[in-house]
């Protein structure tokens, strides 16, 4: 309803105005006060969580189990500050991953589906699951005929292994058809994310999958139902559904809507799909489900009737649980829940709900809501009769609830000097050739651009710093130090709408956000220094900004953007140049994953013409670009 609302007055208005904005000459981008001189090392993290609980710490002494689930192994527990250290486990678990050509109809709706892009041929792609301390390595097979791809390990920190993050024109060249490539990366962190392919729209036609690493929680739980990804759907490919969002956007229009929402894959449609449906509840138990929001424009809101959540993790960071009916989630975030089984409700079949979230607009969304069922043992084989809870009517996301489990803080003292400002808003790079203003989304007005035949991690290898001024490169040259960002929706902005905002190579601490426009005066004394939530996806509130920071502790190229993914494919990016000496380049593996890439696209049938890291081809029959 909202966004109608704002469709209707201020994006209709927006055809009508010029917009003359340049893109800053300079590639190099530095906060007001130019270039840091006066670097702030990275404060020394306080190493436990007796601060962040009353709970019982873990030791060596104690093994994980149903009551014990702070607890690991050999020392290590929910309190290790997993940035500093984790265990090796000298154990590879290894998966082969073949991106095929497919169809799918995940709700069975009366189209007979649609085409696809799949890992292994299935929707969700297979789970990745390994312990705490185990090296991942993925050998992933391009089978596509047409087209590139590469994966990316979200939330994975990649310490110092940035050319196994996945992203094509940054940290790679994109995989040709035909050929493979292995990942290799350790599990340094532990809980919930998901992979999924950056190249352009891909993932939106079901290139995605979920990824467990088991260790200890912050909460106790008797069972783990594993993943349990909730998304948007749309019939159309998402190579098509860009074109037209695209489209939409060069006349003041909203994204065209989803079509529906899939639930652990599934959802009913028309007759056909079915319900997703988790069986056998028994009363007295608890429950861990990991909820991954794997949406392409949407945020969602899950709740589960009659049972409260207990939420223990912001994506890979366990957190001080604490209890909720209903849970919000944007696009890339994850949340781990436990649920109790009680008695009362033995023998009984429950509604799990999945609301599209209307106070977040993006699309010109409507009110879809879809269910999928819990039941107890012994439960009739009927479907649910129970009531929702109330549901919230805002689009907060609750900062004052993220409580990291692992105390660490952030420097406050350098925040006035090496703070950086980025303002997030469309905007128009310039005329293209048939003189039409093209409006993208621009981070402070540029809108990224990767050049997947020549990514930054080449430029890095050669130590050529001539970057196109389109890569919106900012540079952290030194390690050790805090950089601090100010994402701002600028208050006369035409689109006021939120952005789920993701850094690759890091969790940030997300020091506040705010609605309206920061105040360097004054919104910096309402900023939290001491243990603030860390995650790796924010909401970036909708005319509104939210304060980040992470400490430069490892070197390489890595994106930051906005999740939704027609955002990102109309530029939403910058890239943090981190260390660059010290980045560990590519080996003959990778360099050759970049020759055959350069041999395939000069013959390659779909030219890339947008920003080469969400989305597609088309626009309107015109390079997006030129
Ligand atoms: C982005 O633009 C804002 C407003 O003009 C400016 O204050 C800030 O320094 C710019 N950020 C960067 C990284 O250049
Ligand atoms: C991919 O599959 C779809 C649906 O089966 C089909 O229409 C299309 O031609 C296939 N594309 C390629 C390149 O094989
Ligand atoms: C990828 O393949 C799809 C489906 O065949 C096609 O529509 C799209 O244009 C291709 N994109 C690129 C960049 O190859
Ligand atoms: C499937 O999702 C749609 C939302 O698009 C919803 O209207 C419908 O009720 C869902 N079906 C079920 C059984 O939840
Ligand atoms: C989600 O779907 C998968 C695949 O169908 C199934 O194995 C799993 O049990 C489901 N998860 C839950 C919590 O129902
Ligand atoms: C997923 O994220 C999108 C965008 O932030 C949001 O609109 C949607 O409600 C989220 N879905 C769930 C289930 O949280
Ligand atoms: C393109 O637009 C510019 C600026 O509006 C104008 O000066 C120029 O004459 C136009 N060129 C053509 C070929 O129409
Ligand atoms: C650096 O990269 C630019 C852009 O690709 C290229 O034009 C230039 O020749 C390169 N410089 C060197 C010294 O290789």
């Known amino acids: 309803m909202h966004f109608n609302l704002v469709a209707g007055s201020c994006l209709a208005a927006l055809a009508s105005i010029s917009l003359a904005e340049k893109i800053p000459a300079n590639h190099i981008l530095w906060g007001p006060g130019g270039p840091p001189t006066t670097l702030v090392p990275r404060q020394a993290a306080t190493s436990t969580s007796a601060a962040a609980s009353s709970t019982k710490v873990a030791d060596a002494a104690c093994t994980n189990g149903p009551f014990t689930r702070t607890c690991w192994s050999n020392g290590y527990s929910a309190a290790t500050d997993f940035d500093a250290k984790w265990p090796t486990t000298g154990k590879t678990v290894s998966y082969n991953l073949e991106l095929v050509n497919g169809t799918c109809n995940p709700d069975g709706s009366a189209n007979g589906g649609r085409p696809c892009q799949l890992f292994n041929g299935q929707y969700p792609g297979p789970t990745i699951t390994a312990n705490w301390g185990d090296t991942i390595s993925v050998t992933l097979t391009n089978k596509l005929a047409t087209n590139g791809t590469g994966i990316h390990w979200h939330g994975i920190r990649m310490l110092n292994t940035v050319s196994q993050d996945g992203v094509p024109g940054i940290t790679e060249c994109p995989l040709a058809p035909g050929e493979s490539k292995t990942y290799t990366f350790k599990a340094t962190q532990f809980g919930t994310t998901w992979y999924h392919s950056h190249f352009s729209a891909q993932y939106g036609d079901g290139a995605n999958g979920a990824i467990v690493i088991n260790g200890p929680a912050s909460s106790n739980y008797d069972y783990d139902l594993g993943p349990f990804p909730v998304s948007d759907w749309y019939y159309g490919t998402s190579w098509a559904i860009g074109v037209q969002s695209h489209n939409n956007l060069q006349r003041g229009a909203a994204p065209p809507p989803a079509d529906t929402i899939l639930i652990n894959g599934t959802n009913v449609s028309g007759g056909g ?228 905002i993701h850094l690759h190579g890091h969790d940030f601490y997300v020091l506040g956000n705010g609605a309206g426009v920061f105040d360097k005066s004054t919104s910096p004394s309402t900023l939290k220094y001491d243990n603030p939530p860390r995650r790796d996806t924010a909401i970036l509130p909708g005319g509104g900004w939210v304060a980040l920071a992470f400490p430069a502790d490892n070197p390489g190229a890595w994106l930051m953007h906005c999740h939704i993914a027609w955002h990102v494919s109309d530029g939403l990016a910058v890239q943090f140049l981190e260390a660059k000496e010290k980045i560990p380049l590519g080996d003959s593996a990778w360099d050759n994953t970049c020759s055959q890439w350069n041999t395939f696209s000069k013959t390659m049938p779909f030219p890339k013409s947008d920003s080469g890291l969400k989305m597609l081809k088309g626009r309107d029959g015109n390079s997006f670009y030129d």
């Open 273 to 500: 799909g079915k319900y997703s449906k988790t069986t056998g509840l028994i009363p007295g138990k608890k429950y861990r489900l990991r909820l991954i929001n794997t949406s392409i424009d949407n945020t969602l809101r899950v709740s589960l009737d009659g049972h409260p959540f207990t939420v223990m993790t912001s994506d890979l960071v366990p957190i001080k649980p604490w209890t909720t009916n209903w849970i919000l989630i944007a696009i890339g975030q994850r949340y781990d829940v436990v649920f109790t089984a009680t008695k009362e409700n033995a023998k009984g079949n429950f509604w799990l709900r999945v609301n599209f979230a209307t106070q977040c607009p993006s699309s010109g969304q409507l009110n879809p809501k879809a269910q999928g069922i819990f039941s107890y043992q012994d439960a009739p084989d009927s479907n649910p009769t129970s009531t929702a809870y109330d549901e919230p009517t805002d689009c907060n996301e609750p900062l004052s609830n993220l409580v990291p489990w692992v105390k660490n803080s952030v420097d406050s003292t350098a925040f006035n000097n090496q703070v950086g400002s980025l303002s997030v808003d469309i905007s128009s790079p310039g005329l293209n050739t048939n003189n039409q203003s093209i409006i993208v989304w621009g981070v402070n007005l540029s809108a990224i651009d990767v050049v997947w035949e020549k990514p930054t991690m080449q430029y890095v290898k050669e130590k050529n710093t001539s970057y196109p001024s389109t890569f919106n490169l900012i540079e952290i040259p030194k390690e050790n130090t805090w950089s601090y960002w100010i994402i701002q929706e600028p208050s006369n902005t035409r689109v006021p709408i939120p952005h789920p």
